[in-house]
C-alpha cells in the first residue's frame, strides 16, 4: 500500500513540469518579433548547452525585442539526456508561455533535471529569489515526523555546505528512528555565485518548514535555485540500500552456465531460472518507482559513478 503511494507520487513527480510563465515583465504579440527570437535562441539551446559543458546563456536579436536566454543540465547529464530534456522544456515554454516576456521551467524528464529560462533583459548573474513553486507529496512522514523533520533540516545544511562549484549537491541522510533514507538533491543557476546560491537554498529550507514540514517529497522551485527531497532515490542519486541482486545479469550468466556446461542440469534449472524470471517481473511492476529508480541508475552509470562525492566532482 505504502509502495503504492509512493509509486504514484513518483508518476506524478517525475511528469510534473514546473514551467511558469510571468505575467510581471509584460507581454509580446503572437508571432511578431520577439517571439520569434524566442524560437530562434529557444531551437538553438540543446545543442549549444550539451556542447558547452551543461551550461549555456545567449542572446538573439536586436532591442527592443532582444531575447536573452540560458539553458544548463545537472552536472555529469549525458548529452543525448540533457539536449531531449531541454528541447522538452522548451517546447513546453513555447506551448504554454504563448505571450509572456519571461518564463521559466525546471523541468525533470526522464530522470533529469533541467533549467530553460528567458527574459528581454540581461538577467545573468542576478539572483531570482522569488518563489515560484512549492509541490509535496500530500504524505507526512508517519512514523516519525520528528525525526523527519530533524534529519531533513540536518541533511539540507550539510548539503549546503557542500554546493559544488557547479551550483549543485546531492546526498542523502539516514533517519534515527528507522532504516529509512531522506535524499536531497539541490541545484542552482550556474550563473549566480556561490555566496547567491547558498542565500536561495536557505531560502528554500526556510520555505520548507512553513509549506513541508514533515512531507515525506517534495519539490521548492525559485528561478535561481531547486531543491527536491523524497525517501526514495530518484534523478540519478544512487540507491545506498542494498537491493537484492535480481538483475538480468546474474540470470544470464546462470543461464549460459546452464547451456554451456551441463545441458542436463538446464532442464533441471529451466523451471527454476523461469520462476526466478516471473518473480522479478513481478516485483518490478508492482513498485514502480523501484524500477525506475534502478533503470536511471543505470543510465547514469557512465557519467555518474556510485557515491555522491563523486556526483558532485
Ligand atoms: C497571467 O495572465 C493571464 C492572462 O493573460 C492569466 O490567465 C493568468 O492567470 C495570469 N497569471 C498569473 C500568475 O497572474
Ligand atoms: C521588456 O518588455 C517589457 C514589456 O513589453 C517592457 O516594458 C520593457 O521595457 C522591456 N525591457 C527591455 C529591457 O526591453
Ligand atoms: C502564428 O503563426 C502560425 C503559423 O504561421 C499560425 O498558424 C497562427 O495562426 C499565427 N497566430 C497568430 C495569432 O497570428
Ligand atoms: C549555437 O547553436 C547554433 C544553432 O544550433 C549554432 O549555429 C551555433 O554555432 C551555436 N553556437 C555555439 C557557440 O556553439
Ligand atoms: C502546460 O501546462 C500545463 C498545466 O500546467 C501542463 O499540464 C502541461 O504539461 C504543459 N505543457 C507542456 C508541453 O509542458
Ligand atoms: C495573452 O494571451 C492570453 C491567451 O493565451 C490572452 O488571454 C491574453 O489577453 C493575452 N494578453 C496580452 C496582453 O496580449
Ligand atoms: C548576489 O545577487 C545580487 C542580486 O542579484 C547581486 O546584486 C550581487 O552582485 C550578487 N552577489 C554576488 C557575490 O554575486
Ligand atoms: C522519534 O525520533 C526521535 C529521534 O530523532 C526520538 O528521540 C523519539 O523518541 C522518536 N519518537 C518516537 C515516538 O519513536
Ligand atoms: C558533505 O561532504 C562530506 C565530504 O565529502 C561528506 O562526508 C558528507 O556526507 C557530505 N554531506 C552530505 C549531507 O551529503
Not at 544548463?72 to 509572456?100: F, H, K, Y
Not at 545441458?263 to 534449472?269: C, F, G, H
Request: charged share 20%.
Amino acid at each position: 500500500m505504502v509502495n503504492l503511494l509512493v509509486s504514484f507520487w513518483f508518476v506524478f513527480i517525475s511528469s510534473i513540469s514546473a514551467d511558469t510563465c510571468f505575467n510581471r515583465s509584460g507581454f509580446f504579440p503572437t508571432n511578431g518579433t520577439y517571439d520569434l527570437n524566442r524560437r530562434v535562441m529557444l531551437s538553438s539551446l540543446p545543442s549549444n548547452v550539451t556542447a558547452n559543458d551543461g551550461f549555456y546563456t545567449t542572446s538573439t536579436g536586436q532591442d527592443p525585442n532582444r531575447v536573452y536566454g540560458l539553458g544548463m543540465c545537472v552536472p555529469g547529464t549525458e548529452a543525448r539526456s540533457c539536449s531531449d530534456c531541454i528541447m522538452a522544456a522548451s517546447n513546453g515554454l513555447v506551448q504554454n508561455c504563448t505571450n509572456q516576456t519571461e518564463a521559466i521551467d525546471w523541468r525533470m524528464y526522464r530522470n533529469t533535471l533541467c533549467l530553460v529560462r528567458y527574459l528581454n533583459r540581461s538577467f545573468y548573474g542576478s539572483l531570482g529569489i522569488d518563489i515560484i513553486r512549492d509541490d509535496y507529496n500530500t504524505r507526512d512522514y508517519q512514523p516519525n515526523v520528528t525525526d523527519f523533520d530533524r534529519t531533513w533540516e540536518a541533511l539540507m545544511i550539510g548539503l549546503i555546505e557542500n554546493v559544488s562549484s557547479e551550483n549543485f549537491a546531492a546526498g542523502t541522510r539516514m533517519l534515527e528512528s528507522s532504516n529509512t533514507n531522506i535524499y536531497g538533491f539541490m541545484q542552482c543557476s550556474r550563473d549566480i555565485s556561490l555566496q547567491n546560491c547558498t542565500r536561495c537554498l536557505q531560502q528554500n529550507v526556510i520555505d520548507y518548514r512553513s509549506c513541508c514540514r514533515g512531507r515525506q517529497g517534495g519539490t521548492i522551485s525559485r528561478p535561481s535555485c531547486f531543491l527536491r527531497w523524497e525517501i526514495f532515490a530518484f534523478l540519478g542519486l544512487p540507491e545506498n540500500i542494498p537491493l537484492p541482486e535480481k538483475d538480468e545479469k546474474s540470470i544470464s550468466t546462470g543461464t549460459i552456465v546452464a547451456i554451456v556446461i551441463v545441458p542436463i542440469i538446464l532442464l533441471a534449472l529451466g523451471f527454476g531460472i523461469w520462476r526466478k524470471r516471473k518473480s522479478y517481473k513481478a516485483f518490478t511492476t508492482e513498485n514502480g518507482y523501484l524500477s525506475a529508480a534502478k533503470r536511471l541508475t543505470k543510465t547514469y552509470n557512465t557519467a555518474l559513478p556510485d557515491n555522491g562525492k563523486e556526483i558532485r566532482s
